[in-house]
């Protein structure tokens, strides 16, 4: 369901005109790197990566994930998880995101690991990743997700969505079976 069409979105969102006073951008080596500045208004665009929070809900050495509904990945699983909204906390996105797509009303029991998430078309990413306990709700597919299901840790779907998501889960695991927290300079 990638591909192409996923590479081509990463090439149109570069900004190609200043978003203050829409004048033609160029590029200029500011700070030791090349990026697109106005010779304008002197606005410099620091392309940085955007945060996501997501939640791993386990339940009776199942975890919870989502099929995704929308690109990319359509079809492919992946942890309840999305982009923080502008002033938003980290935990706060996790509990949000994760009763948007699951319906269900979770506490965050600890946070487990940081991740870099480079392979989603829309943007470069930083996935904060979060244990989670479900409170209450309902558990009912929802906002962005098909389908939800507990999969058995030792028995995970193929076609999960990302790359960090898989990291996760595999680190997950080996904290279950260790008691070790995964290395965070890894
Ligand atoms: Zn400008």
């Not at 829409?22 to 665009?45: M, N």
């Not at 709700?137 to 597919?141: I, S, V, W």
């Not at 889960?169 to 995964?182: D, H, K, Q």
């Given at each position: 369901?990638?591909?192409?069409?996923?590479?081509?979105?990463?090439?149109?969102?570069?900004?190609?005109?200043?978003?203050?006073?829409?004048?033609?951008?160029?590029?200029?080596?500011?700070?030791?790197?090349?990026?697109?500045?106005?010779?304008?208004?002197?606005?410099?665009?620091?392309?940085?990566?955007?945060?996501?929070?997501?939640?791993?809900?386990i339940d009776d050495d199942k975890v919870l994930l989502v099929m995704r509904k929308y690109p990319p990945r359509v079809g492919d699983w992946s942890f309840p998880a999305g982009f923080m909204e502008y002033g938003e906390s980290p935990a706060r996105c996790c509990v949000r995101e994760v009763n948007e797509e699951t319906g269900l009303d979770v506490k965050l029991t600890s946070s487990f690991k940081v991740y870099s998430g480079n392979d989603d078309p829309r943007t470069k990413a930083v996935l904060i990743m979060y244990i989670a306990e479900i409170i209450g709700?309902?558990?009912?597919?929802g906002d962005d997700a098909s389908e939800l299901k507990f999969f058995p840790l030792n028995d995970l779907p193929e076609n999960l969505a990302f790359e960090s998501h898989v990291r996760a889960?595999?680190?997950?695991?080996?904290?279950?079976?260790?008691?070790?927290?995964?290395d965070p300079n890894e």
């Open positions: 369901m990638s591909g192409d069409n996923d590479h081509k979105m990463v090439e149109d969102r570069e900004f190609k005109f200043c978003p203050w006073c829409t004048s033609k951008l160029a590029e200029r080596q500011i700070d030791g790197k090349k990026r697109k500045h106005c010779p304008e208004c002197d606005f410099v665009y620091y392309r940085n990566p955007a945060p996501a929070a997501g939640g791993l809900i709700g309902e558990l009912q597919a889960l595999n680190e997950y695991i080996e904290y279950r079976n260790t008691g070790r927290l995964p």
